[in-house]
């Protein structure tokens, strides 16, 4: 072999290979995986994901970041930080809350008799601390042991070239069946989120609002105040939140959503199976003290209690839970992506595997833009 070819293929050997290091991240006990390509740190209480950086693009974190400072959730002291961090039975959670969260057992509120026993928002995932299991060159294995819901919840984080892996694992420890929510709450957050820049693509059809009216609507279209784009982050100071529920386009295998600042030249995305999440649910908060978007792909759109859940089994044909059954396991898998994108790019018509590579079609053009999985 020529000594040049082998120095390549040294050289990309070098660039794949991730390291696993204990760090801080606002101040906070982290593990970060890193490569030369990406560097994704996950917060130990909470198991939050606090970034996904690619790092060639400027090190800028898409994923959302409080603008006031955060603690972990187990040293949260209702006297002391309860009226700080919101009050009510989401204080806890948003004491430590970052970027990108796991709602589990399920998604929403607690009920008033949980929220007095102690529960707070999206079970107990973001509120207990994470244990680091096996690492090795390329992956960090983290898990929760969960006591109240007696289930226990393992990722498997794996980065490869500009993609991130995360395999995930819900055991029920109980001997009773029960429902579950699961779902991934995404939030984007300034400086990659601004206001008249940003542009959001998703595989989605058919939607409802949270604030009870039935009116269905068709993506990208979502409902606020009035109607409004949901494609584009509207450039107003302030505007009331919301939150919209959509079902991922049931002729693919795979859905997506993407997010890309022109300016910044990045573009920032998730794929995953619609199988695992057969629902992606929207919202914002706009407001001179935060900007954020979610983009939560959940097995479920119904947004509160485990009664809630199992009051409707389906909406448009699809179920909107899973049983998790007595002494068992369910596992899922999603892939979060970062790519260099040119000033004048005109958002995503389509994210496909092709291969060992994701295919990230540009709208209006066709152009296809490969990300490699090395």
Not at 16 to 40: G, I, N, S, Y
Not at 128 to 143: K, P, Q
Not at 182 to 196: A, I, K, M, N
Request: glycine share 8%; hydrophobic share 40%; with cysteine.
């Amino acid at each position: 072999m020529p000594l040049n070819r082998w120095f390549a293929i040294l050289l990309t050997a070098l660039a794949c290979r991730a390291e696993v290091k204990f760090t801080t991240f606002q101040k906070r006990d982290a593990w970060t995986l890193e490569t030369a390509h990406l560097r994704v740190t996950i917060l130990q209480s909470g198991g939050h994901i606090g970034e996904i950086v690619l790092k060639d693009a400027g090190s800028i974190n898409p994923l959302w970041i409080q603008s006031r400072p955060t603690i972990d959730p187990e040293h949260y002291d209702p006297a002391t930080h309860e009226n700080f961090y919101g009050g009510g039975a989401g204080a806890r959670l948003l004491s430590g809350l970052l970027g990108h969260n796991v709602c589990f057992p399920f998604w929403g509120n607690p009920s008033a008799s949980e929220a007095k026993a102690g529960m707070t928002f999206h079970g107990e995932t973001g509120v207990v601390r994470w244990r680091m299991g096996n690492a090795s060159m390329d992956s960090l294995i983290v898990s929760a042991e969960l006591p109240e819901s007696q289930t226990r919840f393992t990722r498997t984080l794996q980065i490869k070239g500009q993609v991130v892996a995360f395999d995930e694992t819900a055991e029920n420890t109980s001997a009773w069946d029960r429902p579950i929510g699961w779902c991934e709450h995404v939030t984007l957050g300034p400086p990659f989120l601004e206001r008249g820049a940003t542009v959001i693509d998703a595989s989605l059809t058919r939607g409802r609002s949270s604030n009870g009216s039935g009116s269905e609507f068709a993506w990208p279209e979502g409902l606020a105040e009035t109607k409004i784009d949901l494609r584009k982050v509207r450039n107003l100071e302030r505007s009331p939140g919301y939150v919209n529920h959509f079902l991922v386009d049931t002729s693919r295998e795979y859905g997506y959503f993407t997010a890309f600042h022109p300016q910044q030249g990045l573009l920032f995305g998730y794929i995953f199976p619609r199988a695992d999440f057969p629902w992606l649910n929207v919202w914002e908060a706009n407001s001179p003290e935060m900007l954020t978007r979610g983009m939560e792909f959940s097995n479920t759109p119904v947004h509160g209690t485990l009664k809630a859940l199992v009051k409707s089994s389906a909406l448009f044909d699809t179920p909107v839970y899973e049983w998790l059954d007595a002494k068992s396991k369910l596992k899922k898998r999603f892939w979060a992506f970062s790519a260099r994108v040119p000033a004048d790019y005109r958002g995503v018509a389509d994210v496909r595997w092709s291969g060992a590579k994701l295919e990230i079609v540009e709208r209006e053009t066709g152009k296809p833009l490969s990300i490699l999985l090395e």
